[in-house]
Each structure stands twice: as C-alpha cells, then as structure tokens.
C-alpha cells in the first residue's frame, strides 16, 4: 500500500499570504496524484488531478507540482473561503489512498 | 452533470450490518466506477473499495475484507455499500464518490453511521 504523508499538518497563515502544502509518497506514484479541499459539514472537493491539472472551476491561484514522491500544492493569494482541510490522494496503485489531511486555518 | 444522492443517517448497534446506498441521477450507473470513501469525526479521508472497470471487478481495502460488499443494481442507477460486523470504530460519515481516472469529481451528501449500544 503507497503510504502518502503531508506536511504540515497545520499551516497558519493570513489573508493575502502564500500557502505551500507537501505530499510525500511512499513510493513513485508518477504524476497520479490529485489534491483535494474540505469544508466542514461538506464533501471533498478535487481540485487538482494528475498532479497539476486544475479540476473545472478551480481558480488559478490553486496550483499543483511535482513527480514521483514529492508533491506540492501552492495558493498564491490566499482568500477567506480558502481555509480548509486539504488531502492528496493517489491513483496510480490499489488500493487508492489518501493522506492524513493538512488543515490551512487563519492566523 | 453527474449528481449523487445518498440514504439517510443509521444508528446500529455493536455486531449489527448497516447498507448504504447512493442513487446516480445525470449518467447510468454503467457508465461510472463507483468508490466509497469514510471519515470518522474530526479524521481524515478513508478508502474503502471501488470498481475496477479494467477487470470488471470490485476491489477491497484490506482493511475491510470480508467485512464490507459494494454492489450496484444498474436497473435504478443504484449503487449499495454493506458493512457488516459493526464496532464503535466504524461510526463515520460514508461517502461515495465517482469521477474520471479514479479521481473522485463527484461525491455524494455522506451518511452517518453511528454504532452505540
């Protein structure tokens, strides 16, 4: 099973602010990796697949990076509604896995 | 526009099965390869299993082997998960979810399933 571990598991940061969120995997997963956001009380929504795709109506300051084992998601300008619990999951082996979440909240 | 639709909320008890199911509204349930994910409370995401449309078969966590069976009745565009054997552990929120690639673009409202004696 490809284990995938993000870092931080909380990022506070301010309005207006960069945000750079990690994934790591266990082993290679090529570029079959995809990030997503959670609100409380709400579904998980994609937000990048296969590693730097934007999923439809994903505003351009979300981005994705990386090959392999290493991955990253970056927020240009943080807005208000972007405070969540973001996870990246892995499609390229079963089982079909998720990291353990890293939770963005407001400084 | 794939739309998901999930049962309401369960309240089992220890050693009892509860059965999700999820309606597919906007493509037939044929076309999609279903997925069921959970959350328990303040935790993260969990997969639970899902179609294989490469081999046509459903593939378990192993985790949940022989305690969970995912079906579809293609007739009402209905997919079902079962989870046998309930423990504490298993009160979550169950989800499915769908989309292209196993990614997961749509996702159903969640059930909660609560085990309490």
């Known amino acids: 099973e490809i284990v995938l571990t993000q870092s931080p598991a909380t990022l506070s940061l301010s309005p207006g602010e960069r945000a750079t969120l990690s994934c790591r995997a266990s082993q290679s997963v090529s570029s079959y990796l995809a990030w997503y956001q959670q609100k409380p009380g709400q579904a998980p929504r994609l937000l990048i697949y296969?590693?730097?795709n934007r999923a439809t109506g994903i505003p351009a300051r979300f981005s994705g990076s990386g090959s392999g084992t290493d991955f990253t998601l970056t927020i240009s300008s943080l807005e208000p509604e972007d405070f969540a619990v973001y996870y990246c999951?892995?499609?390229?082996?079963?089982?079909?896995?998720f990291g353990q979440g890293t939770k963005l909240e407001i400084k | 526009q794939v739309q998901l639709v999930q049962s309401g909320a369960e309240v089992k008890k220890p050693g009892a099965s509860v059965k999700v199911s999820c309606k597919v509204s906007?493509?037939?349930?044929?076309?999609?390869?279903m997925h069921w994910v959970r959350q328990a409370p303040g935790k993260g995401l969990e997969w639970m299993g899902g179609?294989?449309?490469?081999?046509?078969?459903?593939i378990y966590a192993q985790k949940f082997q022989g305690r969970v069976t995912m079906t579809e009745d293609t007739s009402t565009d209905t997919a079902y998960m079962e989870l046998s054997s309930l423990r504490s552990e298993d009160t979550a929120v169950y989800y499915c979810a769908t989309g292209d690639g196993y990614y997961f673009d749509y996702w159903g409202q969640g059930t909660l399933v609560t085990v309490s004696s």
């Open positions: 296969d590693a730097s």
């Open positions: 999951q892995q499609r390229s082996n079963w089982p079909k896995t």
């Open positions: 179609f294989d449309p490469e081999d046509g078969e459903t």
């Open positions: 906007g493509y037939t349930l044929t076309e999609l390869s």
